[in-house]
């Protein structure tokens, strides 16, 4: 009775193991297929901002992480005010993408891989500024205050700033 | 591609843009005294963007005025240029590497024009290194080189870029397109060397230069190609899009000493 038991724990086992090993990797193979495709769809649809490397996706994954910690943490009002913060902290980040293949000589960094933290760096202040402008007008309009035109500026000038670098991206491509 | 040609003014609009930003936000910003939130990180932007700036400019001006004001020789065949120019660099230079080249005398806005060109050559010297250009008139800038007589004043900044390892391959097949040979001769000549210093695996280097009979160029390359120990070359012509193309194919065969 106990030798079939254990035949049949055995066999269960075994059986159920290779299943589940099986359909683990039938599942990787699939999920690491359906992300290749959506990265060649990415990087053919966003041309001008790459999808990051292996060795660059974890520094990125913990930068973008900790930007959205700290600005969902908090009430409305509070979004308005560290998402500006915020935005302007990665402006101190962007600031040494001014003279990008000096500065990759100098730190000895790859120029890809400083050319990618340039361009998250950027999208994710972009971001920011979208949040603290749409979070800015949200509150206001709630509270019957007046949303001022010219605070769009800084908005505007930064969306155009991060234009200019995808049309440029594109002429350093072609 | 014609966005191309405005690299250099997009690169300028985007860098006269994000300063534009940096004071618009010191405006929108509600407290404007030095260590307040966020002027304060203004101020580390500008001061990162300074400082270097004023890196760069001491880097660039000590690299070419270290042992007086560096000319550029030109010269001239159909419309191709020969630059040479040169600079006290003590790194080295590897293949694959470019430069950015500004000519101040050249015109008004000149100082701002630094397009990058890729390196054809060097030779050291007892003050450095004398660094080889292949550059194609094509507008602007390459067509106010062309019409220079004298030898002008030229700063070089890098060089920049990485070089692709060929070490561990048996037969090395290059090919280029007209004027893009010039980036391809510094591999020839890294392969020949490593070569000498047994340092590589080649054995056999096949360059495939497709060059167009309208620039005329190619009594000015051909030497460039054909300078390399243990070549031949031979050409083939054919007709494509109406225009004359010459295939070039020099191999280069290398065997013990």
Same mark, same amino acid.
């Given at each position: ?174 | ?26 405006? %929108? ?5 030095? &260590? ?6 203004? #101020?580390?932007?500008?001061? !990162?963007? =300074? ?99 004298? %030898? ?5 900044? &890098? ?6 390892? #060929?070490?561990?391959?048996? !037969?090395? =097949? ?84």
């Amino acid at each position: 009775m106990l030798s079939t038991q254990a035949y049949a724990l055995l066999l269960g086992y075994t059986v159920g193991l290779a299943l589940v090993l099986l359909i683990g990797i039938k599942c990787m193979q699939y999920v690491s297929k359906t992300a290749r495709s959506l990265a060649k769809t990415y990087e053919n649809t966003f041309r001008g901002f790459p999808l990051p490397r292996l060795q660059e996706g974890l520094p990125i994954l913990i930068f973008l992480a900790a930007n959205l910690f700290f600005l969902i943490n908090g009430t409305l009002e509070g979004i308005v005010l560290r998402s500006g913060r915020l935005s302007a902290i990665n402006l101190t980040l962007l600031s040494f993408g001014y003279h990008m293949s000096f500065l990759s000589y100098l730190s000895g960094l790859n120029m890809s891989h400083y050319r990618s933290i340039h361009y998250w760096g950027a999208g994710t202040m972009t971001s920011e500024v979208l949040a603290h402008t749409t979070a800015a007008v949200v509150q206001r309009t709630s509270t019957g205050s007046e949303v001022a035109m010219w605070a769009v500026c800084p908005s505007s000038l930064e969306k155009g700033s991060l234009l200019i670098d995808y049309r440029d991206s594109q002429a350093f491509r072609s | 591609v014609r966005i191309g040609q405005f690299s250099e003014v997009f690169a300028l609009s985007h860098k006269i843009l994000a300063a534009a930003l940096i004071v618009a936000v010191w405006f %929108h910003a509600g407290s404007r005294t030095p &260590g307040s939130v966020p002027t304060v990180y203004l #101020l580390v932007a500008s001061c !990162t963007w =300074l400082i270097t700036r004023i890196l760069w400019l001491c880097g660039v001006l000590y690299q070419n005025l270290r042992f007086g004001m560096p000319r550029a020789k030109i010269e001239r065949c159909g419309s191709t240029l020969k630059v040479s120019i040169p600079v006290a660099w003590q790194r080295g230079i590897r293949p694959g590497q470019n430069v950015r080249l500004c000519t101040p005398t050249l015109s008004w806005c000149s100082i701002l024009q630094w397009p990058h060109f890729a390196i054809a050559g060097y030779e050291h010297n007892d003050r450095g290194i004398t660094i080889d250009f292949l550059i194609r008139e094509r507008s602007r800038f390459t067509t106010a080189l062309t019409r220079i007589s004298h %030898h002008p004043l030229a700063l070089v900044d &890098g060089p920049y870029g990485a070089e692709i390892p #060929l070490k561990r391959y048996g !037969t090395i =097949l290059l090919f280029a397109s007209g004027i893009g040979i010039a980036a391809q001769l510094l591999y020839v000549k890294r392969v020949q060397d490593d070569y000498d210093d047994r340092e590589t695996s080649c054995r056999e280097l096949t360059l495939i230069w497709e060059s167009d009979e309208r620039f005329n160029d190619r009594n000015l390359i051909e030497p460039e190609i054909t300078k390399f120990e243990a070549h031949e070359v031979s050409r083939f012509s054919s007709l494509s899009n109406s225009q004359w193309v010459v295939l070039s194919v020099a191999e280069l065969v290398l065997t013990s000493h």
